[in-house]
């Protein structure tokens, strides 16, 4: 009994023992690894308890980076700040990813760093804007294409790609793995290998009704598929676009980016079908402003100059005012600061069509969530100056709390230059567009123009082609305005014959250019 009583006694003063006096027992002791992680563990629950559970995290970073300290030490400091990945993700990543030599980390926290590393890197890559645009001449980048990679971003992106490879291939996230390297060989422009990542991906069996297998295949067809259409082999794009699931959130994706290959092989009515299919009522949340350029510009290539001129300015009246919503909230968030006291502080005025896509790109977990974690890092430090003069004045105080502020900072900066990559990327592609439908409108007006000019040049009477075929157990249904779940995706234009002269299909790789017709000699 009297054993039994000390014992208690004793669990009773560690859970009661203060965190300056637990810092005490850690800071440069030489104790063994069994030793260090229940010192490690006692300090951290002391800082909890005191209400400083963030400041617990940056005091297991600054312990697993500290040279005095002993291997025991830094490694407990380490594991222990890995752990805590799970409940303090945004503030733990961050100080994880700070660390020169992090250790070994469990799969999947590797993934989240390497995920992380990998936005950090297309930050500092953005989609170049004006990308050429020519009527016949498509040049459509890809917001996982990087246009410029310069040494920075190339030295994070081998970060991304270091830590996806160490992921064992028995383990559950290999598919996440291969995910994440694809993406950052593709954004370092090395695309032999993001093919050979995505195709790798693509090939992994998948489960019934595991839809998180599935959607990881339906997501590297798509890539493959990019890849086709930046290639030039439009029918292998096709191909690919056609794999992907119908009822996978890519299927939309897929579908609209298909009509690109179809456009280019000359296969108009597909590719307006599947716009059509776009812009159903069913998928009015989605986002594919760029289906009424490629709309318009398909009407255009077929003499339809009114029909093209009324899509460009459905277009217009859609997305200028949110174009010019998000510019205005950009031009007012000038800096990685501005853009967190945009989150954490009073919300100033938002321009009401580009309201709803700022609040929801604000709402993201991982940017609320490093916005959130340093306003309670804040709450934290504020709350020194209310404590006693013993625990403000200690040697652990001393050092968590210039720490603390820098991590504060750190996570601002982070949860603000993720707002405004975001929102950037967002009213670049818009802007893109903006140009995109201008140019267009020029090119329908020199048409017009020529047509005025020049009666005899004129559109030749529409020549209605036949029905399509269909096969025995199918029905060919005219759309009259109503759409049916059953019927997206086969939707079929019949635009018949309105040009004197048929359009050529653009010359892409897949479709080199014919050899000229010889010279008669005399």
């Known amino acids: 009994m009297r054993i039994a009583a000390l014992v208690l006694c004793a669990a009773g003063l560690a859970r009661a023992e203060t965190p300056q006096a637990a810092f005490a027992r850690v800071d440069k002791a030489r104790v063994s690894s069994d030793e260090a992680r229940g010192r490690i563990a006692t300090v951290v629950q002391a800082l909890n308890d005191a209400g400083m559970p963030r400041s617990a995290t940056v005091l297991l970073a600054a312990l697993a980076a500290d ?29 994880l990813a700070q660390q020169n030599d992090p250790g070994k980390l469990p799969p999947a926290l590797a993934l989240r760093l390497a995920r992380g590393f990998l936005e950090q890197a297309l930050q500092l890559t953005p989609i170049e804007e ?22 920075l971003a190339l ?32 954004a370092a422009g090395d695309d032999d290998n993001a093919v050979k990542e995505f195709l790798a991906l693509a090939q992994l069996p998948v489960k019934r009704g595991d839809e998180a297998s599935a959607e990881r295949r339906d997501k590297a067809l798509l890539q493959l598929a990019r890849l086709a259409y930046q290639s030039g082999d439009d029918a292998r794009a096709t191909q690919l676009y056609d794999r992907v699931g119908r009822g996978a959130p890519e299927w939309l994706d897929a579908l609209f980016e298909a009509s690109w290959s179809h456009f280019r092989k000359g296969e108009d009515e597909k590719a307006l079908g599947n716009i059509l299919t776009l812009h159903a009522p069913f998928f009015a949340q989605r986002f594919f402003p760029e289906s009424f350029v490629l709309k318009a510009l398909v009407l255009y290539e077929n003499c339809r100059y009114a029909d093209a001129r009324a899509t460009l300015a459905d277009f217009e009246q859609r997305y200028r005012p949110l174009h010019d919503g998000l510019a205005a909230t950009l031009a007012s968030l000038t800096t990685p600061q501005a853009a967190a006291e945009f989150l954490t502080g009073p919300k100033p005025f938002v321009a009401g069509p580009a309201r709803d896509e700022v609040a929801r790109i604000e709402q993201e977990p991982d940017v609320q969530g490093a916005a959130q974690a340093a306003v309670q890092l804040a709450q934290e430090i504020d709350s020194l100056d209310r404590r006693p003069a013993v625990f403000r004045n200690s040697a652990l105080i001393a050092r968590v709390a210039p720490l603390a502020r ?17 929102l950037g990327q967002e009213r670049s592609e818009l802007r893109e567009l903006l140009g995109q439908s201008l140019r267009l409108s020029y090119e329908i ?25 269909v096969s025995d157990d ?5 759309f009259q305005g109503e759409y049916w779940r059953d019927e997206l995706g086969n939707y079929r234009y019949q635009l018949g014959q309105r040009c004197r002269k048929p359009r050529t299909p653009p010359q892409t790789a897949s479709q080199p250019q014919s050899a000229p017709e010889k010279v008669a000699t005399p």
């Open 67 to 95: 040279d005095q300290q002993s291997d025991g030490v830094r490694s407990a400091a380490k594991a222990e700040l890995a752990s805590r990945a799970v409940i303090d993700p945004s503030l733990a990543q961050l100080l």
């Open 130 to 151: 004006g990308v050429a645009f020519q009527t016949g001449e498509i040049s459509r980048p890809t917001s996982e294409k990087s246009i410029v990679s310069p040494k």
């Open 155 to 186: 030295q994070i992106l081998d970060k991304a790609r270091a830590l996806a490879a160490s992921v064992p291939v028995e383990d559950p996230g290999q598919a996440d793995a291969l995910e994440i390297s694809g993406l950052a060989a593709l």
């Open 406 to 422: 820098q991590a504060r900072i750190a996570l601002l900066d982070s949860a603000g230059r993720k707002l405004i990559a975001r």
């Open 445 to 469: 007006a020199g048409r017009e123009k020529d047509l005025a000019l020049n009666p005899e040049a004129g559109l030749a009477p529409v020549n209605r082609k036949d029905p399509p075929q």
């Open 474 to 478: 199918e029905e060919l249904w005219p």
